[in-house]
């Protein structure tokens, strides 16, 4: 079955950087595009950035544009998302999700069980 393991969340400083990692299995990889989603204490899920199978085409959303990069290796069934001058408003369960298609903006069907990043001094 499709499983999707986070990890690299923790504690950060403003203007710090984590790396997420996302583990893969259980489907093929490289066969699909791959998508970031966050969740705020009290908020609505937001999604964060996509990349397609191939890691040629990427987006992001405005709130992390510049800040962000969304990148994954597929021999190593794995997706990352760099964070890069953090914010106190990145904070949040940050979720990995395999996506329905190749290409980006199909949605997602599968989603991991998130790991937390906080962003404070």
């Known amino acids: 079955q499709v499983q999707l393991v986070e990890s690299g969340g923790g504690l950060a400083q403003p203007g710090g950087s984590l790396r997420l990692s996302c583990a893969a299995s259980?489907?093929?990889?490289?066969?699909?595009?791959m998508s970031w989603a966050r969740q705020a204490p009290g908020k609505g899920l937001e999604w964060v950035s996509d990349i397609t199978s191939d890691g040629s085409e990427t987006l992001y959303a405005d709130s992390v544009k510049g800040r962000f990069t969304i990148s994954r290796d597929n021999a190593k069934n794995t997706l990352y998302l760099q964070m890069k001058s953090l914010k106190p408003e990145d904070t949040a369960l940050y979720y990995c999700a395999k996506d329905r298609d190749s290409w980006v903006g199909g949605g997602s069907d599968y989603w991991g069980q998130g790991t937390q990043v906080t962003v404070s001094s």
């Open positions: 259980g489907f093929t990889f490289s066969s699909y595009a």
